[in-house]
């Protein structure tokens, strides 16, 4: 069974994790986890880095960062994972959703004014499988509004977007450069693992500081044990550092790693009748964090039986996101009662991800490639 994803972790990785046992810094203190930080900060053009336990805590810490009061809304795609939604319930927030572009699969980008009301207090753009949301018009909106951007680029390590806005000098700018906080996740599939982690990017010197209290149980700085705020532990570990640290050190390679499996299979299906590939706007470089395709309309099958298919033959799959506004946990809760969003809906039954890890060869590609030929034919 070809994986859908496997990690590519090395010797350096293994130099580094061995210093932290050696010299018996695993816990939340010792050198990596500084160096992570900024180092990936530093890569991302952000000023301060605030690593934390996962991806889902770093949502919801920014959306925490924020102050937001119960019932404060945050606008989001319905296509996405659940803790986009739930980092803004565990902050007392309402999650309101938009439907997903046909072609990027990102949130709608012309959608989010309508839903735009006296209690929006931020946005929550996700690139979606590594493909950069449309920035600049979301940017205008957020500042002609006020509101908030929270960025989450966990799927998008080292992908870019073309800005030009406000008549400034065109720039390739990095995903996770947006937010006003902009978080990432290091799970295991992600192009940077520390097996369980994530990360909060900001400019703003006092969100670090709230964010990185937060973060750590809300100790006073000078008065130890005496808390004025409720806190989580959301720390990071200094070995799960020294793993990040190891591969922020070769992203140029893991984006490029993974923008030619991308193409490779764009290349090799591009032929093939009933598919929908990823697309690759102008003014983006995916990395295809996670290759996606999608049924067209005419496949006499859909997402579930394409992704037996393939199983038969020895390829494993993962099925795209089944939207918030269809979950049925947000439904008892009296949220997106009767709403539909038709792109989202089409795409999570007709879609679905091929194996897409550092560590798949161009074999192991090109016997992807031949299986779904097969289970299409
Ligand atoms: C878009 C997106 N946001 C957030 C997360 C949450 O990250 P984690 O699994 O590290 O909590 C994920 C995880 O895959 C994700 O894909």
């Known amino acids: 069974m070809i994986p859908v994803?496997?990690?590519?972790?090395?010797e350096r990785e293994l130099a580094y994790v061995s210093e932290c046992v050696r010299t018996g810094w695993?816990?939340?203190?010792?050198?990596?986890?500084?160096?992570?930080?900024e180092r990936w900060a530093a890569s991302c053009g952000r000023r301060h880095g605030i690593a934390v336990s996962n991806g889902t805590a770093a949502l919801q810490l920014a959306v925490a960062c924020l102050g937001p009061v119960p019932g404060d809304e945050v606008i989001l795609p319905t296509f996405t994972i659940i803790s986009c939604a739930l980092a803004v319930m565990y902050n007392g927030g309402v999650p309101v959703v938009v439907d997903s572009d046909p072609h990027t699969w990102c949130l709608d980008v012309d959608?989010?004014?309508k839903k735009i009301t006296r209690r929006t207090r931020a946005i929550m753009p996700v690139h979606i499988y590594g493909h950069p949301v449309d920035m600049d018009p979301l940017m205008d909106l957020a500042d002609r509004y006020g509101l908030a951007i929270i960025e989450d680029a966990a799927e998008a390590h080292g992908a870019e977007y073309h800005s030009s806005r406000n008549g400034s000098e065109s720039e390739w700018r990095r995903c996770g450069s947006f937010g006003t906080l902009s978080c990432f996740s290091f799970y295991a599939n992600k192009l940077i693992t520390t097996g369980e982690g994530g990360m909060v990017l900001t400019d703003d010197p006092q969100l670090a500081e709230r964010a990185r209290s937060l973060r750590n149980l809300c100790f006073?700085?000078?008065?130890r044990f005496y808390h004025e705020e409720l806190g989580h532990n959301f720390r990071l570990t200094n070995m799960q550092a020294a793993l990040g640290l190891s591969q922020v050190e070769r992203i140029e390679r893991i984006v490029a790693q993974?923008?030619?499996?991308?193409?490779?299979y764009s290349q090799r299906l591009s032929d093939i009748t009933f598919l929908e590939l990823p697309v690759e706007q102008p003014w983006a470089r995916s990395v295809y964090w996670m290759y996606g395709v999608v049924l067209s309309d005419?496949?006499?099958?859909?997402?579930?039986?394409?992704?037996?298919r393939l199983r038969d033959h020895g390829?494993?799959?993962?099925?795209f996101f089944l939207g918030m506004h269809e979950q049925p946990v947000f439904h008892r809760r009296g949220l997106f009662l009767g709403e539909r969003y038709p792109v989202?809906?089409?795409i999570a039954r007709r879609g679905l991800y091929l194996p897409s890890g550092l560590a798949l060869t161009e074999d192991q590609l090109e016997r992807v490639c031949d299986a779904v030929r097969e289970a299409l034919s």
Do not use: H, Y
């Open 220 to 223: 006073r700085p000078d008065r």
């Open 258 to 264: 993974k923008r030619w499996m991308g193409q490779e």
């Open 315 to 319: 390829v494993d799959t993962r099925p």
């Open 298 to 308: 005419e496949a006499p099958i859909d997402a579930t039986m394409f992704g037996q």
């Open 5 to 10: 994803n496997e990690p590519a972790l090395g």
């Open 111 to 113: 959608q989010v004014q």
């Open 26 to 37: 695993v816990s939340s203190a010792g050198r990596f986890i500084s160096e992570f930080e």
């Open 344 to 346: 989202a809906e089409r």
